[in-house]
């Protein structure tokens, strides 16, 4: 078990310009959610994965963002034209079995900062 | 809707000296999970304890334990013996069955244990 590995750690960039973040999931894990975190607050639910297929989308998740997990491993987290607003801790959690009641494992997070 | 509301955002207590942080929620369905998760500086938020609304049992672990109140919608997280190492954010998540499949987290607490 080698835990959840996000990466970069950190993106510096310009408004307006597009940003990938990435993260691995522990191998045997079916489920993977994306968060988003800013400063004083918790993590805010953004989408999340079965597998390979995206089921749920918050709607904080406007349409300059998308994800994808192909083939049910790694999953890519996309920012375009990204907007001051934008900047906070994106976090990846993996998970085991159905329901997001199961624990969830979390990666150090992507810290996103827009100049 | 779902939320979660932690009313402490800072405490600090001396080593070796137990310790309550305080959550209340709301919900309005039956089937939920409760969720104390750690977030230590600069490192990976870790699951400390899970509560199923359906078990009038507190959950415990180790040191950690819970004062699950369910008509009153409080879920509390009691430290004992607390350690340098339980210095952290600490938050509340509430997972409801019928919900959409997500955590909602509330604000955090942030705990310095005193040396």
């Keep these: 078990d080698t835990g959840v590995s996000q990466n970069p750690r950190h993106k510096i960039t310009k408004r307006g310009q597009n940003v990938t973040f990435r993260c691995d999931p522990i191998s045997e894990h079916n489920r993977l959610y994306w968060?988003?975190?800013?400063?004083g607050q918790g993590p805010?639910?953004?989408?999340?994965?079965?597998?390979?297929?995206?089921?749920e989308k918050?709607?904080?998740?406007?349409?300059?963002?998308?994800?994808?997990?192909?083939?049910?491993?790694?999953?890519?987290?996309?920012?375009q034209r990204t907007e001051q607003g934008d900047s906070a801790m994106y976090l990846c959690?993996?998970?085991?079995?159905?329901?997001?009641?199961?624990?969830?494992?979390f990666?150090?997070?992507?810290r996103l900062s827009i100049l | 809707a779902q939320t979660v509301t932690q009313s402490q955002p800072e405490m600090s207590v001396q080593e070796a000296e137990t310790v309550t942080l305080s959550c209340t929620y709301d919900t309005s369905e039956n089937n939920y999970y409760l969720f104390w998760y750690k977030q230590p500086p600069s490192r990976q938020m870790i699951l400390v304890i899970r509560q199923e609304a359906y078990k009038q049992?507190?959950?415990t672990e180790n040191r950690f334990s819970v004062n699950f109140q369910k008509a009153?919608?409080?879920?509390?997280?009691?430290?004992?013996?607390?350690?340098?190492g339980d210095t952290a954010m600490y938050f509340c998540a509430l997972y409801s069955y019928f919900g959409n499949?997500?955590?909602?987290?509330?604000?955090?607490?942030?705990?310095?244990?005193i040396p």
């Design chain 1, 35 to 39: 968060y988003r975190q800013t400063l």
């Design chain 1, 44 to 55: 805010e639910f953004l989408t999340y994965f079965q597998n390979e297929a995206q089921l």
């Design chain 1, 58 to 79: 918050s709607r904080l998740l406007s349409d300059r963002f998308s994800a994808e997990r192909p083939k049910g491993s790694f999953s890519t987290l996309e920012i």
């Design chain 1, 93 to 105: 959690a993996s998970s085991y079995g159905q329901g997001a009641y199961q624990p969830q494992h």
């Design chain 1, 107 to 110: 990666g150090d997070g992507t």
């Design chain 2, 57 to 59: 049992q507190n959950a």
């Design chain 2, 72 to 84: 009153a919608k409080s879920f509390s997280l009691k430290i004992s013996d607390s350690q340098l």
């Design chain 2, 101 to 113: 499949e997500k955590l909602t987290f509330g604000t955090g607490t942030r705990l310095t244990i």
